[in-house]
C-alpha cells in the first residue's frame, strides 16, 4: 500500500530494469574478451614451454632452459591468481599441456646431468690413473719427459671431469710433469757449465797453437800439431752455438802443415825430380 503516482515509480523501474540488462550483457561481453585474452596469454605461455620440451637435448643449454621454465611456470602462477577467470574445461586443458611439457624438460634436464655426471666419473677416473702414471715417471728424470708427453696426450682425450675436479687433477698432473724438465733444466745446465769449460779449453789450445802459423819446419810442425789434436781430442764437446769457431781455428792450424807436407812433398817428390832434371 503506498500513496502517490504509482505508475510513474513503475515506469522509471521498467526503464533502469531495461538498463541493468544492457549493462549486464556488456559487462558479460566484456568478461567473455577477458577471458579470451587470459587464455591467449595462457597459451602462449604454454607454447612457449613445448618449445623448450621439443628442443633437442642434446643442444640444449640446460641452466638457461631451466631459468627460462621457471619463469614461464612464475607467469602461469600469476596470471592463475591475479588475471580474469577462464572457463574451467579450457584451464584444464591448458593446464595439462604446460604440466606435460614442464616434466618433459625435467626429465630431458635430469637424463642429461644424469649422462654428463657418468662422464665425469668416466674422465675423473682415466685422469687420476694418468696422474699416478705421471708420477711414477719421477725416478727417470729427463728420460721419462717423452712417456710424459704422451700421457699429456692421452689427457687432452680423457674428457671432462668437471671443473673442480679438472683444475685438482691438472695441477697434480703438472706438477708431475714439472719434476721432469726440472731434471732435464739441471741436466741442461749441467752440461752447458762442462761444455763452457770444454770451450774455455779448447779457445786455450787454439792460442797455443797460433804460432804454428809461422812455423816452416814441417817435422817440428807436425809432431806440435799431433800433441795439440790429441788434447784437443780428449777436451769434449763444446756449445753448439760455438762449435764452428773453434772447429774453424783448429782446421786453419791444420791446413797450415798440411801445406808444409805438401810443399814438401813437391820438392822430394823423386818422379818430378826426374823430370825437371831430364
Do not use: C
Not at 691438472?170 to 770444454?198: C, I, M, R, Y
Request: charge should be negative; aromatic fraction near 6%; glycine fraction near 6%.
Amino acid at each position: 500500500n503506498a500513496v502517490g503516482d504509482l505508475e510513474a515509480l513503475l515506469t522509471r523501474l521498467d526503464a533502469l530494469g531495461a538498463k541493468l540488462e544492457e549493462l549486464s550483457a556488456e559487462q558479460k561481453a566484456e568478461a567473455e574478451l577477458q577471458a579470451q585474452a587470459a587464455i591467449a596469454d595462457r597459451e602462449a605461455i604454454v607454447v612457449a614451454a613445448e618449445t623448450l620440451a621439443a628442443r633437442d637435448p642434446k643442444q640444449v643449454q640446460w641452466k638457461q632452459a631451466s631459468a627460462e621454465l621457471d619463469e614461464l611456470f612464475q607467469r602461469w602462477q600469476t596470471a592463475q591468481k591475479d588475471g580474469p577467470r577462464i572457463p574451467k574445461s579450457a584451464g584444464d586443458a591448458l593446464w595439462k599441456r604446460f604440466r606435460d611439457a614442464r616434466q618433459t624438460v625435467e626429465q630431458g634436464r635430469r637424463a642429461f646431468f644424469s649422462e654428463l655426471d657418468s662422464q665425469h666419473k668416466d674422465a675423473r677416473s682415466r685422469k687420476q690413473a694418468l696422474v699416478e702414471r705421471a708420477q711414477a715417471l719421477a725416478p727417470k728424470g729427463a728420460d721419462g719427459i717423452p712417456a710424459y708427453r704422451s700421457l699429456l696426450d692421452e689427457w687432452k682425450a680423457a674428457g671432462r671431469a668437471g671443473r673442480k675436479v679438472d683444475d685438482a687433477l691438472w695441477a697434480d698432473f703438472k706438477a708431475a710433469g714439472d719434476v721432469l724438465f726440472q731434471a732435464k733444466s739441471e741436466a741442461s745446465a749441467a752440461v752447458d757449465g762442462e761444455q763452457g769449460e770444454n770451450l774455455a779449453a779448447k779457445r786455450a789450445i787454439l792460442e797455443e797453437a797460433q804460432p804454428l802459423l809461422q812455423v816452416t819446419d814441417r817435422g817440428k810442425a807436425r809432431d806440435a800439431l799431433t800433441a795439440l789434436q790429441r788434447r784437443w781430442d780428449e777436451i769434449g764437446r763444446v756449445p753448439r752455438e760455438a762449435l764452428r769457431e773453434v772447429e774453424d781455428g783448429m782446421r786453419r792450424i791444420e791446413a797450415h802443415v798440411r801445406k808444409l807436407d805438401d810443399d814438401h812433398w813437391d820438392r822430394t817428390n823423386p818422379e818430378r825430380k826426374a823430370r825437371s832434371e831430364g
